[in-house]
C-alpha cells in the first residue's frame, strides 16, 4: 500500500528543472511514431513483412515495457531531485560573483528558450520562417531523391523500397495553401467591401 502510494507521488509530482524533458520525449515519440507509421504504409512488398515483425517484436517486449515502463519517469525525478539539492548546496556556499553569473547564464537561456518558442510558433502558422523553409526542404528532399534513385539504378535494390519524398505534391500544397491564404484575404477584403456598400445604399 505504501509504495503504491510513492509510485502516485512520484508520477504526480511537478519536476522544478527537467519538466522540458518530458515535453520533448512526447514529441520526439510522436515524430518518431509519424514516421514509422508513414514508412510502414508506403513500404510496398514488404508490408505484410513489417506487420509480421512487428506483432512478434510486439509481443516479445511487451512484458519487458510492463516491467521497465515507470523507470524513466522515476530515473527523471530522481534526477530531478538532486539538482534541486546541488542547487540549494550551490546558494548556500557559492560566493556572490559565481551567483551573478549563473543567474545572468540562466536568463540568457530563458530569453533564448522564448525566442526559440517564438519560431517554432511561427513556422508553425506559417510565418516568415515558413516560407524560408519549404524552399529549403525541396531542395533537401530532391537531394535525398535523388540518392535513392542513383543507389537503385546501381544494383542496390535495398533502397528501391525506400520511400521518395514527394516533392511535387508537397509544392503543390504549399501553393494551394498560399492561394488559400491570398483567398482568404480577398474574400474578407470583398465582404468588406460589400458591406460598405450595403450600409451606403441604406
Known amino acids: ?32 511514431s509519424n514516421i514509422y507509421e508513414y514508412a510502414k504504409q508506403n513500404c510496398g512488398p514488404l508490408r505484410s513483412t513489417v506487420g509480421t515483425v512487428e506483432g512478434t517484436v510486439t509481443t516479445v517486449l511487451y512484458p519487458v515495457y510492463e516491467k521497465l515502463k515507470d523507470f524513466p519517469d522515476d530515473l527523471l525525478v530522481f534526477i530531478d531531485h538532486k539538482i534541486d539539492e546541488a542547487i540549494n548546496k550551490f546558494d548556500e556556499h557559492a560566493p556572490p560573483f559565481a551567483k551573478q ?16 518558442v517564438k519560431v517554432v510558433n511561427e513556422a508553425q502558422t506559417g510565418g516568415p520562417l515558413a516560407e524560408k523553409a519549404v524552399p529549403t526542404a525541396a531542395h533537401w528532399s530532391e537531394k535525398y ?16 523500397y525506400l520511400p521518395l519524398v514527394p516533392v511535387e505534391e508537397i509544392a503543390k500544397a504549399s501553393k494551394q495553401g498560399e492561394a488559400g491564404k491570398k483567398g482568404t484575404a480577398a474574400v474578407s477584403t470583398g465582404h468588406k467591401s460589400d458591406s460598405d456598400s450595403n450600409s451606403d445604399s441604406d
Open 101 to 116: 553569473a549563473v543567474y545572468q547564464a540562466q536568463g540568457l537561456i530563458q530569453k533564448l528558450t522564448l525566442k526559440t
Open 145 to 160: 531523391n535523388n540518392v535513392i534513385k542513383d543507389l537503385t539504378r546501381k544494383g542496390y535494390a535495398v533502397f528501391g
Open 1 to 32: 500500500m505504501a509504495d503504491n502510494q510513492i509510485e502516485t507521488e512520484n508520477k504526480n509530482q511537478e519536476l522544478k528543472h527537467l519538466g522540458f524533458v518530458r515535453i520533448v520525449a512526447i514529441q520526439a515519440l510522436v515524430c518518431v
